[in-house]
């Protein structure tokens, strides 16, 4: 069971660079979900969507655009990338349920370092 | 704004002991609390999921118990080993918040030694 697959593993970029992390999940869930991760301060969710068509901010959304592609895939773009992006970025997935009762299922991570 | 705080931050424990993990929430309208265990280097590991009007679930040697009216979710690991070594992290999902969005703790560290 693949379940949510996380492409590049690592990537280093140049100040200014652009790059795309993928994300795909194959547990045919309605929402999908990207945090960062960094040292001391837990996961912050960066964007968000809901349902397939649907995407929203979240906590730190600024230098980020996503696009959910179809329901199995959701793309974190960084236009231009900044060293305070380097981070450990993750993608979940989870499935609505009532009153929001599903749990979130986890990528192994991309590591992101922005020289 | 819900904040998530976890106590303590690590935490080192021979081999054997039954040990407790603590996570505290700010707003206790909360659709559930996760506890997630996270390897080094890895993603996160869906441990125990509590719903809001549940007041525990176990799994194996793990117990994880939530009062929403204090604000408090714990963890409970039994007889502990070597390999319970990891950082684990709860998180709470949040209520009137269409995008069902979870808010996490730091985590806590944890080593057990052999």
């Known amino acids: 069971n693949a379940g949510v697959t996380q492409t590049p593993k690592f990537q280093v970029l140049k100040t200014g660079q652009s790059m795309t992390l993928q994300c795909a999940q194959d547990m045919n869930h309605n929402s999908m979900y990207w945090y960062r991760q960094d040292p001391g301060m837990g996961l912050r969710l960066i964007y968000y969507?809901?349902?397939?068509?649907?995407?929203d901010k979240g906590e730190v959304p600024n230098g980020y655009n996503v696009s959910r592609l179809n329901k199995r895939e959701f793309s974190l773009r960084l236009e231009s990338a900044a060293p305070s992006q380097t981070s450990v970025y993750f993608c979940?997935?989870?499935?609505?349920?009532?009153?929001?009762?599903?749990?979130?299922?986890f990528g192994d991570g991309t590591r992101l370092s922005i020289l | 704004k819900q904040e998530v705080t976890q106590i303590p931050a690590a935490l080192s424990v021979p081999e054997g002991e039954n040990l407790v993990l603590n996570c505290s929430f700010t707003d206790s309208a909360i659709y559930n609390l996760q506890w997630f265990r996270q390897d080094p280097g890895k993603g996160l590991t869906s441990l125990l999921l509590?719903?809001?009007?549940?007041r525990e679930q176990t799994s194996g040697r793990l117990n994880a118990s939530l009062d929403k009216s204090s604000g408090r979710s714990t963890l409970y690991i039994a007889a502990s080993q070597p390999g319970d070594s990891a950082t684990y992290l709860c998180a709470v999902r949040r209520g009137g918040d269409y995008g069902q969005n979870f808010v996490f703790g730091p985590g806590t560290r944890l080593s057990v030694l052999p």
């Open positions: 509590i719903q809001s009007s549940q």
């Open positions: 979940a997935s989870s499935a609505p349920g009532l009153r929001f009762d599903q749990p979130q299922h």
């Open positions: 969507s809901a349902s397939e068509g649907t995407t």
